[in-house]
């Protein structure tokens, strides 16, 4: 396979390298593809280098899989232009994801809906991934009538301005701010751009990306997204109300059957996911499974992942070996 990873110099293109590296992808050739500023330079792959080059080149390259993290903007117009060239995009972006035409994929959940004729396919946000998969079983089995939300967003889901702020603030560095207010030692209830709604894209996201991937827009969903002083690594408070009965050994069960999600509920011998356990891990942990006895059938879940791994790179990966194993792609 010829891969190019559009927006090679980010955080997350940066990741895609190397899940790409880790995951052993069979690749025949590899592109490193950035705007024309960033062109020339190197980005380390297994025991070489690689240089980056322009979109341009990388369009007439005619790559079988390009995947894709340099914003919507650059997604809204290129990517219908790699996908014409034959290339099958995976993009990271928003643009993408509520686009009827487009399937929005986490393929332990519903990868069974891609087909050799999707070349564009949407990789969801970050924090729906992880919700999902702790809750998709779930969903299955006993059906979720409403879903309270809250999340504690890392500031790697910034890219590289946020992990630069809170640095810059923990040494005293008077430096570029990305957010309203100081991070370091501080928690803001603002993750995403606010709506009219009163609401922010990042929690709009949550609702709009779990109506899609569940296929059932009947799930009540609120969500609340903050922005803690952390370098990587998402968490989420998730309770549920399901709809059917259940028992605890159930759900046990039912996580634990579900791929690429990791058990850790030990509490009273402080085990339990945290963001600090889970950086460069692909999996997903679930963890503080107890029941919410204030309501019927309620249940509440602590979700933690690697935003940029299993919330962005590898779940785009991910895709991509799906499609080959399914003979889908090539």
Known sequence: MKVAIIGATGVVGRKMIKVLEEHDFPLTRIYAVASGKSAGEKIPFKQSEIEVITFEKALRSKSDVALFSAGATVSEIWAPKFAEAGTTVIDNSPAWRMNPEIPLVIPEINGNILKASHKIIANPNC???????AIAPLHRKFGIKRIVVSTYQSVSGSGKKGIKQLMDERQHIDGTKIYPYPIDMNVIPHAGEFTETGYTTEEEKLVNETHK????????????????????????????????????????????EMPGLVVQDDPQNNIYPMPVSAQEKDEVFVGRIRRDNSVKNGLNLWVVADNLRKGAATNAVQIAEYLIKQKLLG
Request: charged share 15%; hydrophobic share 45%.
């Open 213 to 256: 991937i569940l296929s059932d827009n009947t799930i009540a969903i609120s969500a609340t997204a903050a922005r803690v002083p952390v370098t990587g690594g998402h968490s989420e408070s998730v309770n549920l109300e399901l709809r059917k009965t259940w028992s605890m050994d159930e759900v046990i069960f039912l996580l634990n």
């Open 127 to 133: 924090s729906t991934i992880q919700m999902l998969m």
